[in-house]
């Protein structure tokens, strides 16, 4: 285990973030070294992987933990393919689409580690990785134990699981090779760019679909190593229909998709991009041009400037619609 002390943090927002301590793991053994240096700290600890999906302050006063477990291995007895938490997310679908697996090619192109994608239960396109987890194996480093959560225990929902409130270090996830035997092409992006471009469902191989998703990914996301972002700042609400206010604007200039009879997720890109011109300019950050659900930074921004932008943006989707927007991004406090 290699310990250094204030460190930078790597982030995709490239906010100016310092970890007091700051933890390498390269091997299972270096587990009870980091729980004695912890209990002995007494300091607050963050895990992380590629930090595409956290805003940080300008110090973190506590211990900042980064595993690096990169192995790969099929697991021929329960169907299953596993990968260490430091392993590319993209990458390891790559992997699995090398060896003619099917499920994973939806998630394509998701920014981040495989560690972290159970964390808010990574989606896009139609797909969770909720849906390819057969389980997940931890280190909790406050109580020193190993522990295997199995699909159910992780309490999977819309971006969240049981991964974002306790002390569980995720060094390996396990996933189903035999889970999907079609691929899923409902998605209306997806299908938009298969009539554009002339493509036939029925001839389109997993690889298709996985350059596929990267170039509509390409058209509407901005790289984060041109131009700092974390990704969705926002989740879509899940709400009582008749809930929204409407006295401003119409139903029908709303994206909505229908859960049942009386409740709808609502795609908050659309309320954003309706108010976006009522927004009062901030240093530092802005919304990314192609994508309002996007919040990006010139490189000079702090974790101040970032959350009072979105306080401001839902304080102004609150007074036009009644709808209070929850923050997508790990807030880091110390
Ligand atoms: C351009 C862009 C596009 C994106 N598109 C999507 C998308 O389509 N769908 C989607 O769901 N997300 C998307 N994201 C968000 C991001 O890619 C995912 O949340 C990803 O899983 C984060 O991985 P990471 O390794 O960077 O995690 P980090 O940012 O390092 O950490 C995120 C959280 O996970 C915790 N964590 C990380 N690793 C571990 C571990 N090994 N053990 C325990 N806890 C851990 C951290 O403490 C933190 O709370 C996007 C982000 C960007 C920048």
């Known amino acids: ?13 490239r906010l100016n973030s310092i970890a007091n301590y700051f933890i390498e793991l390269t091997d299972k053994n270096d587990f009870i070294e980091l729980h004695k240096f912890i209990k002995i700290k007494n300091l607050p600890v963050l895990v992380i992987g590629e930090g595409t999906n956290v805003v940080l302050p300008d110090i973190f006063e506590g211990i900042v933990v980064k ?37 994973f090619e939806n998630l394509s192109s998701i920014p981040g580690s495989v560690g972290a994608s159970p964390i808010q239960n990574i989606g896009a396109y139609g797909q969770e990785v909720s849906n390819l987890i057969e389980s997940v194996d931890c280190y909790d480093y406050i109580n020193n134990e190993f522990i295997s959560l199995n699909n159910n225990d992780c309490n999977f929902s819309y971006r969240d699981s049981i991964f974002k409130k306790n002390n569980l270090l995720i060094y390996k996830l396990n996933f189903y090779t035999d889970s999907h035997k079609e691929h899923n092409l409902e998605y209306d992006s997806i299908k938009k760019y298969m009539t554009n471009n002339s493509i036939d469902p ?32 926002f989740k879509n609400n899940v709400i009582n229909k008749s809930d929204i206010k409407l006295d401003r604007f119409s ?52 974790q101040k400037n970032v959350i009072d932008f979105a306080e401001h943006i839902k304080e102004r989707i609150y007074d036009t619609f009644h709808i209070t927007l929850e923050i997508e991004p790990a807030v880091i406090s110390n």
């Open 202 to 233: 029925k001839n389109i191989t997993t690889r298709d679909v996985s350059r596929m998703i990267t170039d509509i990914r390409s058209i509407t996301l901005p790289d984060p190593i041109e131009i700092p972002n974390a990704g969705s700042f």
């Open 67 to 103: 595993p690096n477990f990169n192995e790969i291995n099929f697991n021929e007895y329960n169907n299953t393919i596993s990968a260490g938490s430091s392993v590319n997310w993209h990458e390891f679908v790559i992997h699995t689409i090398n060896n003619n697996i099917v499920g």
């Open 1 to 13: 285990m290699n310990i250094y002390k204030n460190k930078l943090i790597n982030n995709s927002l």
């Open 251 to 302: 139903i029908d200039e709303l994206v909505l998709w229908e859960i049942d009879s009386e409740k709808v997720k609502v795609g908050t890109a659309r309320l954003i991009e309706l108010i976006k011109n009522e927004l009062t300019k901030f240093d530092n950050v802005e919304i990314y041009e192609n994508h309002s659900l996007v919040l990006i930074t010139n490189k000079n921004a702090n």
